[in-house]
């Protein structure tokens, strides 16, 4: 049959990602791949007792339809874990629960995105922003990002020369996928412009309780007293993926109609997720859990930079992050990302070409690493047989004197954060 499909449509293309990781479900392959906990920190013992709890005192509730909105005591008790977190002051009328944040990206793009708005957005960034609000055809408008954020004089220029701006995208804590941070005076100039120009900022954070190190910065929710900030989280970074849950935080304009879009979506999230997701904040030290993960993690982050700095060669640089999920790293100019996961795959390692990461296109030399979901031994065996790939295509290419001449630091005006590690 000749399908008629809807003509937005021909912009919707599977998640690279998630295909990608359809490759790596074979033990052997080392997966620098996809953004996934550590499932030996997921925690069973302790959900087995909660769901017997949960379905034994409160079964039918559990089992029934719920409000759109959400389980009332998750939402009080995501409030104030914000308020303490983040630095913001809602109240839990303001916090609606969302099937994993990623619905969060479909319901703002709904919301606000009508085929031909400008998106205004971090160059690179998060790929399931692109696959989201893609499918309402925006036009994306990329912003060019430094170390500390969005550089305040291209936003502004943006801003003022860009048509139908609707909205402005922005994960400013350990981004994925470049691992940055925004400084506090970049995100007080971004909102400071969003004002000016009234335009909405959404503020994706699934990874800022995931700090190895540094002093935290206020979330953009707590620096907004204009009601412009749109805030998405998750549970999937710091408690279980599976269990799906997200929310969204935002002005009561928008929260009423984010409720009607869900409403058309799935009626609301899962009832017994969310009240099993409120009986163990209330029941388990989630701070003490946070913080097993994110030793676990600062020490898998470190074993790819030394493994990175050791076996590199000349003209690759990457990034230390100071918290999150993910390295960001550049090759030499004539080395293609996409050609080179060909080679590791047949090594039995996966990564992602960055390529991905930028909704205009290019850049087909960078790529991201993940470091989370894999033990030490096993990174330093995955950057060593990425490392020997890279070194074949540059010698294939002929392309010694290149690498010679490339530095192993980014200099001045780098779009890279953090330090970067220098290699051989």
């Not at 002093?215 to 953009?220: A, I, K, N, Q, Y």
């Not at 090759?331 to 293609?336: C, F, G, H, M, Y």
Request: glycine letters at 8%; charged letters at 25%.
């Amino acid at each position: 049959m000749d399908y008629r499909f809807a003509r937005r449509m021909a912009e919707v293309r599977a998640s690279e990602i998630r295909e990608l990781l359809k490759l790596t479900q074979n033990p052997r392959v080392i997966s620098f791949a996809g953004g996934l906990p550590a499932p030996e920190f997921f925690p069973v013992e302790e959900m087995k007792a909660i769901a017997v709890e949960v379905l034994e005192r409160h079964g039918r509730e559990a089992l029934q339809y719920s409000t759109t909105e959400g389980h009332p005591p998750l939402r009080q008790a995501i409030a104030d874990r914000l308020n303490g977190t983040a630095d913001t002051h809602l109240s839990g009328q303001e916090v609606i629960i969302t099937t994993g944040s990623q619905q969060g990206l479909d319901l703002c793009a709904k919301l606000f995105l009508d085929e031909g708005d400008a998106v205004l957005c971090e160059s690179p960034t998060y790929i399931g922003a692109i696959s989201a609000f893609r499918v309402f055809r925006p036009r994306w408008v990329e912003v060019p990002t430094d170390d500390e954020g969005m550089i305040a004089d291209a936003l502004e220029e943006r801003l003022a020369h860009t048509g139908r701006v609707k909205l402005v995208y922005v994960v400013p804590d350990f981004q994925n996928p470049s691992g940055r941070t925004w400084s506090l005076e970049r995100r007080r100039g971004l909102l400071a412009a969003a004002a000016r120009h009234g335009v909405p900022v959404v503020e994706d954070s699934p990874y800022r309780e995931l700090r190895f190190e540094g002093e935290s910065v206020p979330s953009l929710k707590a620096l907004d007293p204009d009601g412009l900030v749109i805030s998405l989280g998750t549970f999937s970074k710091i408690f279980c993926p599976g269990l799906r849950l997200g929310w969204l935080a935002a002005a009561r304009p928008v929260l009423e109609k984010c409720v009607i879009l869900k409403q058309g979506a799935d009626l609301h999230t899962a009832t017994l997720a969310q009240m099993e997701a409120a009986a163990y904040m209330g029941r388990i030290d989630l701070d003490a859990a946070i913080g097993r993960i994110r030793g676990a993690y600062r020490s898998r982050r470190d074993a790819m930079v030394a493994a990175l700095a050791e076996h590199m060669p000349p003209g690759c640089r990457f990034t230390r992050p100071s918290g999150g999920l993910f390295l960001w790293g550049e090759l030499p100019p004539r080395v293609n990302a996409r050609d080179l996961l060909e080679k590791c795959l047949a090594r039995d390692v996966a990564f992602v070409p960055g390529g991905a990461f930028f909704p205009n296109g290019g850049h087909g030399n960078t790529l991201r690493l993940n470091f989370s979901n894999m033990p030490e031994e096993r990174i330093a065996e995955g950057v060593r047989r990425l490392a020997m790939a890279i070194r074949e295509i540059m010698d294939g290419e002929g392309a010694a004197a290149e690498r010679e001449a490339q530095p192993a630091f980014a200099g001045s005006g780098s779009a890279f954060d953090r330090e970067e590690i220098p290699c051989r």
